[in-house]
């Protein structure tokens, strides 16, 4: 019986398979799909990301430049395996396979509308300014290689934050700390009783 535990950390929303994630020893972490729009290094960073993620939980990983070989020859094989998880399990050494999709990214800036209190009049005013909003969507699944089964999903709870013009944070650094706080609540998860 599959007992999996929901877990809706501060930044993240995870269900994991805590009996069958002890059983993980080694990780392999696939390629990340994106959305077309989206530029296919951020999808790297975010493989990187999470292979710190799993290094830090005291999970092996399977180094990328092994995994490429492997799935060039089985390509190449034409078996088609290439999408079985039991078979690249097999093949690798890997416990376990990490999928992930980054759905959204980008920037932009809106105008809002806000209410400032007046202290003359002693009311508030409608007032408009620019703001910064930043969107980044990411979804991680983590699938076993002896079952194909589901272990472990994750993804940022608040895809999108607004910040003040005059703010230094840009895009890159709001991926950075949301894949950062992905990696804590993970860890937390995993701690958790």
């Known amino acids: 019986m599959?007992?999996?535990?929901?877990?809706?950390?501060?930044?993240?929303?995870?269900?994991?398979?805590?009996?069958?994630?002890?059983?993980?020893?080694?990780?392999?972490?696939?390629?990340?799909?994106?959305?077309?729009s989206i530029n296919k290094q951020v999808a790297k960073d975010c493989e990187e990301?999470?292979?710190?993620?799993f290094i830090s939980i005291q999970k092996k990983v399977v180094e990328r430049d092994k995994l490429d070989a492997i799935l060039k020859e089985i390509e190449k094989s034409h078996t088609g395996i290439y999408d079985n998880p039991?078979?690249?399990?097999?093949?690798?050494?890997?416990?376990?396979l990490l999928f992930g999709e980054v759905t959204e990214y980008?920037?932009?800036?809106?105008?809002?509308?806000?209410?400032e209190y007046d202290k003359k009049t002693k009311k508030n005013i409608e007032k408009e300014k620019?703001?910064?909003?930043?969107?980044?969507?990411?979804?991680i699944r983590l699938v076993s290689t002896t079952d194909g089964n589901v272990i472990l999903t994750l993804k940022n709870k608040y895809p999108e934050s607004s910040y003040e013009m005059t703010d230094s944070t840009t895009l890159v650094r709001?991926?950075?700390?949301?894949?950062?706080?992905?990696?804590?609540?993970?860890?937390?998860a995993l701690e958790e009783n």
């Open 174 to 188: 709001y991926r950075e700390r949301v894949l950062n706080q992905m990696g804590e609540d993970l860890k937390k």
């Open 106 to 115: 980008k920037e932009e800036v809106r105008r809002v509308k806000y209410n």
């Open 130 to 139: 620019d703001k910064k909003f930043f969107t980044f969507q990411v979804n």
């Open 49 to 53: 990301s999470f292979k710190g993620h």
């Open 2 to 36: 599959a007992l999996f535990t929901f877990v809706s950390c501060s930044t993240s929303q995870i269900s994991v398979n805590k009996q069958e994630m002890k059983k993980i020893k080694t990780v392999a972490i696939m390629k990340f799909d994106t959305a077309e």
């Open 86 to 96: 039991i078979e690249i399990g097999r093949i690798s050494g890997a416990d376990a």
